[in-house]
């Protein structure tokens, strides 16, 4: 099983204005949502653990997580309020976004809520805002750090700047969570946001201090893999963007679907992996974001479809 952490969210979609109205459209969202309703939607057992309102939205949640093959066990149910965040996309599908989360469920976690992980759980994958916010991101990186070596620890900060506060204070606490990590993916606007760092010397960086694959993602470009022996360069799918929203979460998402699908979900599998191996993961991952950027917001692929993509025979609009 794969453990996500993080934020579960109700995104608000906001079209344009007609008149005094504007409509809205209630999804069920957030980073490490989308990471966990992907890895269950192709087919990988995935639990998640975080604060989930008690509210109608927090039950919704919940109730979406269990419909969706996601163990809910590992849950905190919080008398705090959903988080809300605000998404309204451009006429090119790039998305931007408002978020209202101060004193909301998913900042609800403290150490003492921390399961004990059974053998079963081969990985743990955190990510976004949470990490940045208290008490619920230093009670992460205690997981982090506890399983630090055990077990794989995937991250990705899609970091949102409105909500990481000073850029500083930001990379002080994403470098204590990039000492734990096995896998680091990222997207080339996270790198020049938080570093401002060229991506084969950060890479090269990470991979000295531990990390066994760095991923830098850049849209329709494609993705850069950095293994210690070997540097992997694969483009993106061609296909007509509807809108780019959930596209990092799903490759995330795809990226451990498929190093489990291999059983390569391990230090030592991942230290060993070839350069056609790895080559797999990446286009797996990139067919998969590539899905979901055909789509109206984050709704993520199932493995039959990502399957279809890559053996060419996918009904996805082509740019």
Known sequence: ??????????????DKPVGTTVATRAIAGGSQFNVALGLARLGTRVGFLGGVSHDRFGGFLADTMAREGIDTRFLKRSSHPTPLAVVST???????????SAGCAERDLNIADLPVLDPSIAAIALGSYPLAVEPVGSTLLSL??????R??????PNIRP????DPGRWRRRFEQFARTATILKLSREDLAVAYAADPDAWAAERLADGAALVIVTDGAAGATAYHRQHRLQ???PPIAVVDTVGAG????AALLARLAQKNRLSRDALAALTAETLADLVDYAAAAAAITCSRRGADLPRRAEVEAMLAGGADVPRA
């Open 1 to 14: 099983m794969i453990l996500v952490c993080g934020e579960a969210l109700i995104d608000l979609f906001v």
């Open 90 to 100: 451009d006429d090119d599908g790039q998305p931007s976004y408002g978020f209202h």
């Open 144 to 149: 982090a750090q506890r399983v630090t070596g």
């Open 151 to 156: 077990i794989v620890v995937s991250l990705d």
């Open 162 to 165: 409105s909500l990481a506060g």
């Open 234 to 236: 694969r483009r993106a």
């Open 249 to 252: 979460d799903t490759f995330h």
